[in-house]
């Protein structure tokens, strides 16, 4: 267990847990959705450090070096924040439809609006 | 024209009919001579295969696969012919009666009646020559679906829940029951085909094939054997040619003999005498016979009389198969036309009341006999043959029957027979003598001046009622068809 | 040329179709352009699984780079089965999208609308073409998103909470995925799936593919909407526009079954997900609670959509239960049951969305004497609802006879009881609808309502008759059904 060497991944987890906190605990939806950016950026941090191989330099190529850190993690994480972005996009697009549909952005205003019995029964 | 052709034209003539019917439906006249055509056209269709069945040939034809090793197959046999038969020669004398019926009862729905009809004859035809138990499951529950409307046809709360009861008993049944011992016989013996000697023996264990037994008899809802036997009476909101033709000739005889056929040709007449597990049905279904006799007594609503005599009746078919000799088959089957006919009589006989006088209890009908003496006499022709009494059909039937537990010794059986006979007697006969002889004596109203029922029902009434008589006068058609089934 | 190139066609078109479709302004001529997209991929997808039944694997390397450094469309049964069911049900849905949409969303918006639809299209088809793990990622990605929006069009306010609560359970959902194929990846060095199932049993240290196994399975199971993770479904179907309702209730699951099946069997392999993991002990009792409850829940349901979207939860129970058998008959019945219900609970809300189009309504209370006013739409309601059910001469029986064969030849006595009994279940709310549209007096003031257009009508009732063409005719279904099933268990064919 030791944290120094595998500190990114603590990193990630730590950061991870604290975005689903914010996702499930908060009724506020721009909360949840900082906490859904937060949840994604830890899983990006735990793919994008994978790819420093120890000894490596940074993958361009070049004939004084042999070592590369892998450059794949980066290109899939770029690929995801493109959807991260996208979907935060929608998310808040949807907000503001709900604001303005609703006249507020906590659920638990919206579901007593809706008459809802809410997300908690099957 | 090949057996296999013959057949399916039996199966097309009532499906299309029932197309026919949908497409011109709005006109009153052409709708009574369609389903008319209709009728005649299937009973010719299933009278040309007698002849191929008499000498010993099944013929057959089998469509295509449902899964690899199962086809949707039929094949003709004794038992069915005569199913198909009974069904559809009655079938012609229903819809001469419903006509009458349904145009002096001013009932709504009429096209939706006779398309309903046409699809339930299908299927009955489709369960009678069924040749593996996928196909006649089939069917089955199509027979279900295409009923379930003509049992709610007046849309009355009261209809509603007698069609709801009707449909979750039966369906419920089948599928839970009956499915599950079909799927376990596929999975367990790779072929659900129906052989002379049954598929079972030698292919599952005892305690399975005791279990399986079960699922099965049980399953066959339609054969109304307690406790099971709830959605008969359930069904008796639907009007009278309904509760007639399906009711007393077309569900509950494709529940027996739904049961006869496996009896005869899944587990085979060996399995079921020689292994201990089947006396539970023995039982199980003498218990019917009483106490639907018992309960008939209680009834005052003619049409619930009528019912649990139904219900009764049908056990006695379970009856002759559960003993599993060649005298109690052959009753047993020859019991499916013999009560057919005279139960279809009581039926159209308690719709002629009904509409000439409107009454449906049987202490109104005090006197009726006056007033209505062609219907009661009917009445009183049916009744005598569910009795059992010659000259009238029913007797050959409880004779075979009786002869069967007399094979086996079985002197508890044959008590069961002779007692519900008694039964019988005692709730027809008091209520025919007091049709003829009331001990009050007062006259009953008349609706619009009629004394009869409407021609028309008296001319149905007058087929099925001489039919009880034919069959007794001459049962040797029946026996030859029947003979080859039990090796007699 | 191009039929070499079929595989990445599939996915490409709809995909630069997409945006085209958004500069096409006038609404019917972005319908049309839809129409006939849709109706290329059907036939694209029916020539690819012709020549899959023939020649087997189809192995197309995008780019020309080699796998596993290229990524690798990989075209078995399975795969081009559901590629068959999404572009059928596009193309059927598509045509009848004129008149719902147009009745349902504002007409400035309809070329967004359409090129919105062709994206989810595009993902879908992308998640089941596809023999990468990272790009069933991007494409369930790109396929959810534009779900997102499709939903949150419907008519109410209600249809943006909806898409608000998908949005964020999906992403959970997909994050999770994300999580899961980081891990693998980093075990194994591979994102091409066939690489991986060579690797992943030759890994040193299993604890990370043990957690990978874990994130990529509850991941999934968000999309796949079964229980306890349906919470998103219900509000989901019911306030989104008839057509996507219709559109996403035959596709969207299905496509999570498919991953699943593809992760649990073609990457893992069963004997490490059923006898290393307890995937058997974990899916059975969930799929069992969801064929029950969410029958039971939909029994009590007023709104039409609602009930069918309840009754959705309970059929997605049944495609985890055959997932669970892990067995030739389990796999072919869950397998046959993409494609059946997908015809089914397609007709149906195609069905109740011309009951939306003519009443204005989907509620139990609208439905009251339909019966006669609208009998062509009824019967199509009714029919689909007895498939549900089970009923012989629907396709749906064929599913549950597989599943409970299954169930008979594991010796899992219980389990088939419980699935017939869900049948019974489902017959009640059937009987409801049944007996409402059939058996009741029509509101009064209700004459005014005519039967649905033809252009509404037939697309609903090719879905109905196929729901019944395919329960009797069952050889193509089940014939490719169990050529997949033996693929993924591994069978010598």
């Keep these: 267990m030791d944290i120094l060497t595998h500190f990114n991944y603590w990193a990630a987890i730590a950061l991870a847990t604290i975005g689903l906190y914010a996702l499930v605990a908060r009724h506020n939806m721009i909360k949840k959705l900082i906490g859904l950016s937060l949840f994604q950026t830890a899983v990006f941090l735990l793919f994008i450090t994978i790819g420093k191989v120890t000894g490596g330099t940074a993958p361009i190529l070049d004939s004084a070096y042999s070592l590369y850190s892998n450059p794949l993690p980066h290109v899939l994480i770029l690929t995801a924040i493109v959807v991260s972005v996208s979907t935060l996009a929608v998310g808040l697009a949807l907000a503001i439809a709900i604001k303005r549909d609703y006249g507020t952005v906590e659920e638990d205003e919206i579901h007593e609006a809706d008459n809802d019995p809410g997300p908690g029964s099957a | ?488 | 040329m191009i039929a070499g190139h079929l595989p990445i066609l599939q996915v490409a078109l709809p995909l630069i179709a997409a945006p085209l479709c958004v500069l096409l302004r006038r609404p019917t001529l972005a319908w049309a352009f839809a129409t006939l997209v849709s109706w290329a991929l059907l036939a694209m997808s029916i020539l690819l699984l012709i020549r899959v039944m023939a020649d087997g694997v189809i192995s197309y390397h995008l780019g020309g780079w080699a796998p596993p450094f290229g990524i690798e469309y990989r075209l078995d049964a399975l795969n081009c089965f559901v590629l068959l069911v999404i572009s059928a049900i596009a193309a059927v849905v598509t045509p009848y999208m004129r008149e719902s949409v147009a009745s349902e969303i504002a007409a400035p918006r309809h070329n967004l609308f359409y090129g919105l639809y062709l994206l989810a299209l595009t993902g879908l088809l992308g998640i089941a073409a596809t023999g990468d793990a990272f790009n069933i990622y991007v494409f369930m990605e790109i396929s959810s998103l534009a779900s997102y929006v499709l939903i949150g069009l419907g008519s109410s306010r209600r249809a943006r909470a909806a898409a608000f609560q998908y949005l964020i359970m999906g992403t959970i959902g997909a994050t999770f995925l994300l999580i899961g194929i980081g891990l693998l990846y980093m075990m194994t060095g591979t994102l091409n799936l066939a690489d991986l199932s060579q690797r992943v049993a030759k890994v040193p240290d299993m604890r990370p593919i043990y957690a990978a196994f874990a994130f990529i399975t509850v991941g999934i199971l968000i999309k796949l909407a079964l229980f306890p993770l349906h919470i998103w479904l219900p509000n989901a179907y019911t306030h989104a526009p008839s057509a996507v309702s219709a559109f996403l209730a035959a596709s969207a699951t299905k496509v999570g079954a498919y991953v699943l099946l593809r992760f649990v069997f073609t990457l893992f392999g069963a004997e490490f997900s059923f006898e290393r993991m307890p995937l058997m002990e974990i899916l059975m009792p969930l799929s069992l609670i969801a064929i029950l409850v969410g029958s039971a829940v939909a029994i009590f349901q007023y709104d039409l959509k609602r009930l069918f979207a309840y009754s959705s939860i309970g059929q997605i129970g049944y495609l985890a239960l055959g997932i669970s058998f892990a067995s030739t008959s389990g796999l072919t019945g869950a397998i046959v049951h993409i494609f059946n219900h997908a015809m089914m609970k397609g007709g149906i809300f195609l069905a109740l969305g011309c009951m939306m189009y003519r009443t204005g309504s989907v509620e139990l209370s609208a439905l009251h004497g339909l019966g006669r006013r609208m009998p062509f739409t009824t019967a199509a309601l009714i029919i689909g609802g007895l498939g549900l059910v089970g009923v012989p001469l629907t396709s749906g029986f064929v599913s549950k006879w597989y599943l409970v064969q299954a169930a008979l030849e594991a010796d899992l006595w219980p389990v088939a009881v419980l699935i017939l009994l869900g049948s019974l279940v489902a017959l009640v709310y059937v009987g409801r609808v049944i007996e409402a549209a059939y058996f009741r007096p029509p509101p009064p003031g209700a004459h005014a309502i005519r039967e649905a257009s033809l252009q509404m009508l037939i697309p609903t009732w090719i879905l109905l008759a196929a729901s019944l063409y395919f329960g009797v005719h069952t050889d193509i279904t089940v014939g490719v059904a169990e050529r997949g099933a033996e693929m993924l268990l591994g069978i010598a064919h």
Excluded at chain 2, 149 to 176: D, F, K, N, Q
């Design chain 2, 1 to 488: 024209m090949s057996g296999g052709a013959l057949i399916l034209l039996a199966l097309a003539i009532p499906i299309c009919g029932a197309v026919l019917l949908s497409i011109i439906g709005r006109f009153a006249h052409l709708r009574n001579e369609v389903s008319l055509v209709t009728s005649c056209g299937l009973l010719a269709a299933v009278a040309a295969l007698v002849p191929s069945v008499m000498v010993g040939d099944r013929p057959s034809i089998s469509l295509f696969e449902f899964a690899p090793g199962l086809k949707f197959a039929f094949e003709v046999e004794p038992l069915g012919m005569l199913f198909a038969l009974l069904a559809s020669f009655l079938w012609i004398v229903t819809t001469i009666y419903s006509i009458g019926y349904l145009a002096a009862n001013g009932e709504p729905h009429r096209t939706r009646f006779h398309i309903c009809f046409s699809l339930a004859l299908a299927s009955v035809i489709g369960i009678a020559f069924a040749g593996n138990m996928l196909t006649l499951f089939f069917f089955y529950e199509a027979l279900t679906l295409c009923t379930y409307p003509l049992v709610a046809h007046s849309g009355t709360e009261e209809a509603r829940r007698g069609a709801r009861r009707y449909l979750a008993i039966l369906l419920s049944t089948s599928i839970m029951l009956l499915l599950l011992a079909i799927l376990w016989t596929w999975v367990a013996v790779g072929t659900l085909e129906f052989r002379a000697g049954g598929i079972l023996m030698g292919a599952v264990s005892e305690p399975v094939m005791a279990v399986l037994l079960v699922l099965y008899v049980f399953g066959v809802g339609k054969a109304a054997l307690m406790p099971f036997h709830g959605w008969l009476p359930a069904a008796m909101v639907a009007p009278s040619p309904v509760s007639a033709l399906l009711h007393a000739v077309a569900v509950v005889k494709a529940g027996v003999f739904t049961i006869v056929k496996i009896g005869l040709y899944i587990f085979g007449l060996d399995a079921i005498r020689d292994f201990a597990s089947g006396e539970w049905l023995l039982y199980v279904s003498g218990a019917t016979i009483l106490i639907a006799s018992l309960l008939a007594l209680r009834q005052d609503n003619l049409k619930h009389r009528l019912a649990y005599s139904t219900v009764s009746q049908l056990s006695y078919v379970v009856l002759g198969v559960a003993m599993a000799n060649a005298h109690a088959v052959m009753g047993a089957s020859m019991h499916i036309a013999m009560h057919g006919f005279a139960k279809i009589t009581l039926f159209f006989c308690a719709g002629a009341i009904y509409t000439a006088t409107r009454k449906t209890h049987v202490s109104q009908l005090d006197g009726i006999g006056r007033r209505m003496p062609f219907t009661m006499g009917a009445f009183t022709i049916g009744a005598l043959a569910l009795i059992g009494l010659p000259p009238f059909s029913g007797a050959w039937s409880k004779y075979y029957l009786v002869l069967g537990s007399l094979d086996d010794g079985a002197y508890a059986l044959l008590s069961v027979l002779l007692i519900s006979s008694l039964l019988n007697a005692l709730y027809f006969l008091p209520l025919i003598v007091r049709a003829y002889f009331p001990t009050g004596g007062q006259p009953l109203p008349v609706v619009g001046g009629i004394a009869e029922a409407p021609k028309l029902q008296l001319v149905a009434i007058s087929i099925t009622a001489l039919g009880s008589v034919a069959l007794f006068a001459y049962p040797q058609f029946l026996f030859n068809l029947l003979r080859p089934l039990v090796g007699m």
